[in-house]
């Protein structure tokens, strides 16, 4: 079965191992795991407008059901503990946040993205001396960024460098940090990421920010 990945034969090889590692992994941190869920692949994001703003959290705050794939609040449901392994985030540049909150960005994998927001054609109607730079491929850096998680209270990234997320990359990780040490979202808890400019200057107009947590959880 040389078509399916490692992992995945590996499973199989060993039937009900890895679900017995990830109900105990959850037991060892004191979170009851309930036999009637099942174990799943857990993508969880949410996306946030940093319009003006220096700093932004995610899976927090003001709730939008059209930029988020949790169900009715940020808090987990019960006995619903998700262990994430790995932290993607996605940018959108150009879009108001008018338009960001009815779902309607650009999404580009990490914090730099050739989604130019000061592409502006030179036309009869708006001359050379006011377009903008006309270079429709080029890249827009954010600012420096510091990125933080926490979860029940409890700090496990702190001001970690934008730049762990390798913008530049053109694989399929670009925008992806994996962690060396998972984090548990048990359910009935919150947990909030936080993204901000290191120097206290505002992010660019019209910049949206996504992020996803790569996890694996019960169901």
């Known amino acids: 079965m040389?078509?399916?990945t490692p992992q995945v034969s590996s499973r199989l090889a060993n039937p009900g191992l890895?679900?017995?590692?990830i109900r105990n992994y959850f037991r060892a941190s004191n979170n009851v795991v309930q036999q009637s869920k099942t174990i799943a692949d857990r993508p969880i994001y949410d996306a946030k407008s940093c319009d003006g703003l220096t700093e932004v959290s995610l899976f927090t705050g003001s709730y939008n059901q059209v930029v988020t794939n949790l169900e009715g609040s940020y808090v987990q449901p019960s006995s619903e503990h998700v262990i994430i392994y790995g932290i993607q985030f996605h940018t959108d540049n150009g879009t108001t946040a008018a338009n960001f909150a009815g779902g309607q960005c650009v999404w580009q994998k990490g914090f730099t993205t050739g989604n130019n927001p000061i592409f502006?054609?030179?036309?009869?109607a708006q001359p050379a001396t006011t377009a903008g730079t006309a270079d429709q491929d080029s890249e827009i850096p954010a600012p420096a960024l510091n990125v933080s998680l926490q979860t029940n209270g409890v700090v496990y990234l702190r001001d970690v460098w934008g730049g762990d997320w390798d913008s530049d990359?053109?694989?399929?990780?670009?925008g992806t940090l994996y962690l060396n040490v998972p984090v548990i979202w048990a359910g009935q808890?919150?947990?909030?990421v936080?993204?901000?400019t290191q120097d206290?200057?505002?992010f660019p107009s019209n910049y949206n920010i996504r992020?996803?947590?790569?996890g694996i959880g019960l169901i």
Do not use: K
Request: aromatic share 6%.
């Open 169 to 174: 990359l053109i694989t399929q990780s670009r």
């Open 120 to 124: 502006t054609p030179t036309t009869a």
């Open 194 to 196: 936080t993204v901000a």
């Open 18 to 21: 890895f679900e017995d590692q």
């Open 211 to 214: 992020c996803e947590l790569m």
């Open 189 to 192: 808890t919150s947990l909030e």
């Open 2 to 4: 040389s078509f399916l």
């Open 200 to 202: 206290g200057s505002a």
